[in-house]
């Protein structure tokens, strides 16, 4: 694999997915036949084929393993030398570096028509270079000459859909209406959320509230807090209040995941009274949709009060 468009004699679209050593994953653009030239006056070129154009890669790549399993290859390593060898000819040598990698001894034929930039403009380094600019946008441009010296370097189609194209433009599927499944006995599920801050905060100092949920009777406890950091400090009143009221104990308490609710303090509280924890997954706030409803009708009852008393919201 290389990230060199240059070195290609022949070349072809080819787009596959490649995962490098760290687990992230590049889009190939190509493949095709680089010529390399060893060193040493009486060696051939060699023809590498099935090389992957990867423009992502910050080096080039050489599989040892895929020479001996598909290309007949056998290799031989003696100290810091490396030997490739064919029908017992040796056609290729490497040099092991002091941090344990191979080079290849030798250097890459390049075309004689390869431009001195290096960079060959076609289609999809186009599309990148006009903001991601629709498929058929961009024919339209070039069919219709409405670029002044627009000269493609090479005519291959864009390799496939554009990976930045289909993140940028994916929509998440709404979620489905279900009947609601509440539970029987309060306290079993507590949905809470955090509201704030607000832009003006009270007399007292309060520019946020949260809310603690009974799934089963609906009944909504809110507290007022300076900051957010106080949360824990409410949800512990909060659990007094409930539990002595209606003499249960809570059995799960539902949250946003937000960083107020996953303090080491507060997950030791957890474990140690035997609360269960759900947290809801990142940007999905429809799993925590119960105390977002309640926050709402918060808002909107204070902004309506204030709307009535000639206060500024």
């Not at 002091?98 to 380094?125: E, W």
Request: with cysteine; aromatic share 8%.
């Amino acid at each position: 694999m290389t990230p060199h468009r240059h070195w290609f004699h022949i070349f072809v679209p080819w787009r596959v997915p490649v995962r490098i050593a760290n687990g992230q994953i590049f889009y190939s653009e190509g493949k095709g036949t680089v010529l390399f030239i060893p060193r040493g006056s009486n060696r051939p070129t060699v023809a590498i084929t099935d090389v992957l154009y990867v423009p992502e890669l910050g080096c080039n790549l050489f599989s040892p393993l895929h020479l001996t399993q598909h290309k007949g290859f056998s290799i031989a390593i003696t100290k810091d030398l490396i030997s490739f060898q064919r029908d017992t000819v040796t056609l290729l040598y490497a040099t092991v570096t002091d941090t344990n990698v191979g080079i290849l001894n030798g250097q890459v034929q390049v075309q004689q028509h390869a431009q001195s930039s290096q960079v060959v403009l076609d289609r999809s380094l186009l599309h990148r270079r006009l903001g991601h600019i629709s498929q058929d946008r961009l024919e339209s441009l070039l069919k219709n000459k409405l670029v002044v010296n627009l000269k493609l370097d090479s005519e291959t189609p864009m390799s496939g859909p554009c990976e930045a194209c289909i993140l940028g433009k994916q929509h998440r599927t709404p979620f489905p209406q279900q009947a609601e499944n509440r539970h029987s006995l309060p306290l079993d599920l507590i949905f809470s959320d955090v509201h704030g801050p607000l832009p003006t905060q009270t007399i007292q100092g309060y520019r946020y509230w949260i809310t603690f949920l009974d799934d089963a009777t609906k009944f909504c406890y809110v507290a007022l807090l300076r900051k957010k950091s106080e949360a824990f400090q409410a949800f512990q009143i909060y659990k007094a209040y409930a539990e002595n009221l209606l003499s249960r104990r809570i059995g799960t308490l539902r949250d946003d995941k937000g960083g107020e609710y996953i303090s080491t303090e507060w997950n030791d509280y957890m474990k140690l009274h035997g609360i269960r924890r759900e947290h809801t997954v990142r940007s999905t706030p429809q799993q925590n949709g119960a105390a977002e409803r309640i926050n709402r009708t918060l808002v909107e009852g204070v902004t309506a009060m204030l709307v009535e008393s000639h206060l500024p919201a």
